[in-house]
């Protein structure tokens, strides 16, 4: 039978939290909306007025599409040129999801998003439908056909290995404008010694390019490796001019709730640097510069205001 309009708003009122989820799955905007798009096919083609709870098969119906993305997207990442990185959010962006504690913000952060890389599928499943979406243990073993006790213990190992990786330090809007008003002084000063007080011991800087711009494999490690590093990442020179179109303006914003520092070139992002701040320092930036990775995140920028940019880079 063909959808009734009822049948279809009821697909509309649940696509923003199937968004968040499988954004949350995939690490990559493009492919959630691929997996909800794919949901929506499901659900025309269903038996829709005998499924009793619409959320839970839609629910069920993409997290499963999501697991089989991400059995596949593990191969093409072996095959990647240089390190993958997630698909960075900007504020505003409805895919981020609800962030009203603390859990449901942590798990759509940069730094756990790349840590949830190293899960299995079904440990990424159940740390993402519990820790943010607060589903409960019987809930999610329906979804994924597996006993409630197995979903407690798949969960409390993703938690384990989610938490082995990451110390986070909370901070609101305006302390992360500090920070990176003081990292961008320290990283244009054409000095290391002040960003090395600015950053942890064991620091690491990446970057994503996907084989388009030039980004190094191998992390950088230390602070002073990534002092270093990030003093000639700012100092000005044509060749990178000429490689991203133009100066790129300057912003301090946040991605997926961290702290960042968002380049653009008329009015296209062409770099989201996202900083992951500790009590003890800036422990790591994650910059993504990948320009397939940016679209939505220009598009983003686009529909939103922002001021005048902190500088444009020369």
């Known amino acids: 039978m063909p959808l009734t309009a009822n049948d279809v708003d009821r697909f509309v009122a649940s696509r923003p939290r199937l968004e968040a989820i499988a954004y949350r799955l995939l690490g990559s905007a493009t492919e959630a909306e691929d997996a909800v798009q794919e949901t929506f096919l499901r659900w025309q ?138 990292f961008l002084a320290a990283a244009t000063s054409g ?25 190094r494999v191998k992390a950088f490690e230390g602070a002073v490796a990534v002092a270093t590093f990030l003093r000639g990442l700012f100092k000005p020179a044509e060749v990178k001019r000429a490689m991203v179109g133009g100066r790129p303006e300057i912003h301090i914003t946040t991605a997926n709730g961290d702290p960042a520092v968002v380049a653009v070139v008329d009015g296209r992002v062409v770099a989201v640097m996202c900083l992951e701040v500790t009590a003890e320092g800036i422990a790591a930036c994650r910059n993504q510069v990948n320009p397939d990775k940016l679209v939505r995140a220009s598009a983003q920028w686009a529909a939103g205001a922002h001021g005048e940019p902190l500088f444009t880079a020369l």
Not at 87 to 96: H, I, T, W, Y
Not at 111 to 134: C, G, H, I, K, Q
Request: aromatic fraction near 4%.
């Open 45 to 182: 083609a269903a038996d829709v007025e005998r499924i009793e709870v619409p959320e839970a098969w839609l629910t069920k119906v993409l997290t499963n599409l999501c697991l089989n993305q991400l059995g596949s997207a593990r191969a093409r990442r072996e095959t990647y040129v240089g390190r993958w990185l997630p698909e960075p959010l900007l504020p505003g962006d409805p895919m981020l999801g609800p962030a009203d504690t603390a859990e449901q913000r942590e798990s759509v952060s940069y730094a756990v998003l790349t840590l949830m890389e190293r899960l299995s599928p079904n440990e990424r499943a159940v740390y993402v439908l519990r820790e943010a979406f607060d589903y409960p243990h019987r809930e999610i073993a329906e979804i994924l056909d597996i006993t409630e006790a197995a979903s407690q213990q798949i969960f409390h190992r993703a938690r384990k290995h989610v938490a082995d990786g990451r110390t986070r330090t909370e901070i609101d809007e305006a302390a992360a404008r500090r920070i990176v008003e003081e």
């Open 191 to 215: 000095r290391t010694e002040p960003l090395v007080r600015l950053l942890t011991e064991d620091a690491i800087a990446i970057g994503d390019g996907g084989g388009k711009i030039p980004a």
